[in-house]
């Protein structure tokens, strides 16, 4: 098996690499008669490319992408929808002194131990540049969800970059697009951009955390035990590269509670049931509460940096390695659209599931 494809009503299959003349994402399952076209998706894949400012990589790229399929008079026709983007910037020459050593961090050398073959040119099918494809099927998704469930909102941004956390009583929604970080913390991004610059130039990188909220999001979708709402964000989330830790709502915090604390007491409110808090991250029992579905995920840092580090060969010799290339001194910045996408994914997959055995939910309150 292949395993290059998630979700289950909604099913997105990526492929390409780094190098090769395109990748891209076919997406089966989108309900037809989905208003899309290029421009909506490029919206997304805008915020996601590459050399935008110096915190990111030079690698130039448009991610253009193309409409190939599954689209006809600006409607989805229920048929495989093809996205392709072009790579028109590889420096593949950047990677030939790699082509027999393995780099720390990264999946040289596992790629070598399963397939006995790996393509060096930047990894490959391992490289972060697979994501456009996801970001570009998450605008679809976008676009389906609207129609099925249009109060949903899906909005990422960073809360930590190294040991520097945002501070949440700064939290202001409006600030997320106004600083090359997707932050909600003005005073954070300003001094994030200090820390990473200086860290940048030293040829060095550094992790970071992404939350992704999707406000909005309709009380019972999901289902109890192996197609839980909360698995399958996680493995979504966990599927990106660099990602190395996922948490719902709480998340490992949760660990620090008492069950007295931890519970988000039930209210009746003139809309339906309101909740005092959300540990929960707007899960319980893998089925929506109707609350802010509440992820994150940790980004380890870029393994690409330019101080020696040592390494075996193909042949088993020991020697040193500095990565050379154009790459982001912390890949969290470009991971906050990519998450964004995988939770459209994820959230329209579960709308599907949830429309095909319930149909409207069954179950009233009040």
Not at 12 to 36: M, R, Y
Not at 134 to 151: C, D, E
């Amino acid at each position: 098996m292949s395993m290059n494809s998630f979700g289950h009503f909604f099913r997105v299959t990526t492929w390409g690499e780094s190098h090769g003349p395109a990748l891209g994402a076919t997406v089966d399952g989108c309900p037809p008669g989905v208003a899309i076209d290029e421009a909506m998706i490029q919206h997304w894949l805008d915020k996601r490319k590459p050399g935008q400012n110096k915190f990111t990589t030079q690698r130039r790229e448009p991610d253009q992408v193309k409409i190939l399929s599954g689209v006809f008079e600006g409607q989805t026709t229920g048929t495989p929808v093809q996205l392709m983007i072009e790579n028109t910037d590889q420096r593949s020459k950047d990677y030939g002194d790699i082509m027999d050593k393995f780099r720390p961090g990264h999946a040289d050398i596992t790629y070598w131990q399963k397939y006995g073959i790996r393509d060096y040119r930047g990894g490959g099918r391992s490289s972060a540049r697979e994501t456009a494809s996801r970001v570009a099927a998450g605008g679809l998704a976008r676009q389906a969800i609207k129609q099925i469930a249009p109060n949903v909102q899906i909005t990422g941004y960073m809360v930590q970059m190294g040991p520097r956390k945002i501070d949440r009583t700064n939290f202001d929604w409006a600030q997320i697009e106004q600083n090359p970080f997707w932050t909600p913390d003005a005073a954070a991004a300003e001094d994030w951009a200090t820390y990473l610059d200086d860290l940048r130039k030293s040829g060095n990188s550094v992790g970071a955390v992404v939350e992704v909220v999707a406000r909005g999001v309709p009380a019972g979708i999901g289902a109890p035990v192996y197609a839980k709402l909360d698995t399958d964000l996680a493995a979504a989330m966990m599927s990106i590269n660099a990602v190395k830790g996922v948490e719902i709502g709480e998340g490992m915090a949760a660990a620090e509670l008492t069950g007295e604390a931890n519970a988000d007491e039930i209210f009746m409110g003139q809309n339906g049931p309101q909740y005092s808090s959300n540990h929960a991250g707007g899960i319980l029992g893998g089925i929506s509460t109707g609350q802010d579905l509440v992820v994150r995920f940790a980004v380890k840092p870029t393994s690409s940096i330019l101080t020696t580090r040592k390494t075996i060969t193909k042949s088993g010799e020991e020697t040193e390695i500095i990565t050379k290339g154009r790459h982001d001194p912390c890949v969290g910045i470009r991971a906050v659209p990519v998450g964004e996408a995988m939770m459209a994914c994820v959230i329209l997959d579960h709308l599907l599931l949830h429309r095909g055995q319930i149909g409207e939910s069954r179950g009233r309150i009040g």
